[in-house]
């Protein structure tokens, strides 16, 4: 029996109980290592319908949608047609945010590696049709810039939606089209749907999410995010080894199952190539590429990217070096005990890969001066309040806005604790995590943005 084999029995045996004890109903992983892949699932697809998942089951897939975007720019730089550090006003002449100055300047390279420095959580619905895209590229008129570009990252899911219309207006076709013609059917994948419509054809996973806090998950009221930010990840689709395809293609520096290029070598190599460094972010990556996440673990370095969608999420994880991927689909409940455990235990046998602890505050955590961390910080998703009680206990209180209100997401409210430097950690875990919290900017001023993977900018002290 290979290793490959030995690792996944030992995710098969394992699986079902780690869904139990999280609240998952139902993933699948698949691991590729050289040439060779297993997968399993286990669990049920809906909580209201009882469908078991199987290997063959569809989940979203989300942020990962991100790298496929990228590689369909990378495939336009590759023709000659398009060059990464042109600004996107040659491909878009009619591309506008509220800072005119920005907008003629932003580069596609900036969008790819999220330093474009605009809101990004932007989650206009558009319709249905052809042309949603581009209708949704036309919303973003009045947003704001956060920072100039190429000054730091934040996380931008608008900015890949303009991607997206980039690769639409260059090729003459809408997003879902380039991806099937130029990706999903060269690389030969059977199970990968872009949204509903073809979800339906297999095995679907709903996403579920809890009703009230600490309440057990339940069927999401709805399917998927806008069809207008499919580039960014509301819409694609796919079972765990068609991911792995993907995977595939990346690791053979643009090779196809059948050996045509997909992507070029040298494409290939850029998009997991150093562009930016990140804060200190916890799950999120220590850097970025031209697409990917970047991460220095011990053992050696991994690429990969994470996705959420309404009650799904995915993880996505390559180590180039050993020609080893791990991909982990799940529709619920608490999935970072799965990622830890089933993803740590691959890249450690199979490829000499230690994922690094989480962040966890210390039983004493250090003492912090918050008074230039105080004040609000403000998003189009939520307004963020960090405030000190007479005790000297920091909170942070969080209240959604826009399609998180329409989700049922709460208001909450956190202690921080100090961790390193300038950034705290939740006293409690939300979501399995404590997410880092880096206050950053303004020296040793009142801080200028309150830093989780998206830059929120404050708004009043």
């Not at 409210?413 to 206050?439: C, I, N, S, Y």
């Amino acid at each position: 029996m290979s290793q490959l084999s030995e690792v996944g029995g030992w995710v098969e045996e394992r699986l079902p109980k780690l869904l139990a004890d999280n609240g998952v109903p139902a993933a699948a992983v698949a691991i590729m290592a050289g040439d060779e892949i297993v997968d399993t699932a286990s669990g049920v697809l809906s909580k209201a319908t009882g469908v078991e998942a199987t290997t063959d089951s569809v989940f979203q897939v989300g942020s990962i949608t991100k790298l496929w975007t990228s590689t369909l720019i990378m495939q336009l730089v590759d023709e000659g047609r398009l060059e990464l550090d042109a600004t996107v006003r040659s491909y878009l002449p009619e591309f506008r945010i509220a800072d005119e100055d920005a907008a003629a300047a932003i580069t596609v390279r900036q969008l790819l590696c999220h330093v474009a420095g605009f809101e990004g959580d932007i989650f206009t619905d558009t319709g249905r049709g052809d042309d949603c895209v581009e209708k949704y590229v036309a919303t973003l008129a009045d947003v704001p810039q956060l920072f100039a570009p190429g000054e730091m990252f934040s996380y931008n899911n608008a900015g890949f939606c303009v991607l997206g219309r980039v690769v639409e207006v260059l090729r003459g076709k809408p997003y879902e089209q380039c991806l099937r013609e130029q990706l999903i059917t060269p690389l030969g994948l059977t199970h990968t749907a872009h949204g509903p419509h073809e979800a339906i054809m297999y095995r679907a996973a709903v996403g579920h999410i809890p009703p009230a806090p600490d309440a057990d998950p339940v069927p999401a009221p709805v399917w998927a995010l806008a069809p207008s930010n499919a580039p960014a990840g509301s819409m694609l689709t796919m079972r765990a080894r068609d991911l792995l395809g993907f995977a595939r293609m990346h690791l053979s520096d643009g090779a196809g199952p059948d050996g045509t290029s997909v992507l070029s070598a040298a494409s290939a190599r850029a998009m997991r190539a150093r562009q930016v460094e990140l804060p200190e972010l916890g799950l999120m990556g220590d850097a970025w590429g031209l697409g990917f996440e970047l991460f220095d673990f011990p053992g050696g370095p991994v690429i990969g990217h994470d996705g959420g969608t309404i009650g799904q999420n995915a993880f996505l994880r390559i180590v180039p070096d050993r020609n080893v991927a791990v991909a982990l689909l799940t529709n619920g409940g608490n999935p970072m005990p799965l990622y830890t455990e089933l993803v740590g235990t691959v890249l450690r046998e199979l490829a000499g890969v230690e994922l690094p602890a989480m962040p966890v505050p210390a039983d004493e955590p250090p003492a912090v001066d918050a008074s230039r961390y105080l004040g609000t910080y403000s998003s189009s998703v939520a307004d963020q309040v960090v405030s000190q009680d007479d005790e000297g206990r920091i909170w942070l209180e969080r209240t959604p806005k826009g399609i998180f209100v329409e989700l049922g997401e709460p208001v909450t409210k956190l202690e921080l604790v100090g961790w390193r430097g300038d950034t705290m950690l939740p006293r409690q875990p939300e979501h399995g995590l404590h997410t880092p919290h880096a206050f950053v900017g303004a020296g040793a001023g009142p801080a200028r943005y309150l830093h989780t993977g998206r830059a929120d900018p404050r708004v009043s002290s």
